[in-house]
């Protein structure tokens, strides 16, 4: 499946925005919480966030959603 670019320049900005909040949140929670000893949950919570922002900056950068590449309309 080839990724076009489905979305506009305000919705790369949105997503970038987006993900770099979740990276940072993401960093933070393993900083404040997983490292000093809060267990597997503390690490799936930051992992997940993490890899959200990953997903996000990516959408960003390619400008493709997979919402939209899946059918659903986004109000972007």
């Known amino acids: ?4 670019c ?3 320049a305000r919705g790369k900005f ?3 925005i987006f993900g ?11 900083m404040l ?3 000093a000893g ?3 949950l503390a690490w799936a919570f930051s992992g997940a ?3 959200g922002g990953a997903f996000c900056v990516f959408e960003a ?3 493709w959603c997979v919402m939209r590449a899946m059918g659903f309309r986004t109000p972007m």
Not at 20 to 30: D, F, N, P, Q, Y
């Open 38 to 40: 809060g267990g597997w």
């Open 14 to 16: 949105a997503r970038l």
């Open 49 to 51: 966030l993490l890899a």
């Open 61 to 63: 950068r390619s400008g």
């Open 1 to 4: 499946m080839a990724l076009t």
């Open 20 to 30: 770099i909040i979740m990276i940072a949140l993401g960093t933070l929670m393993v």
């Open 33 to 35: 919480w997983a490292l």
């Open 6 to 8: 489905n979305i506009d």
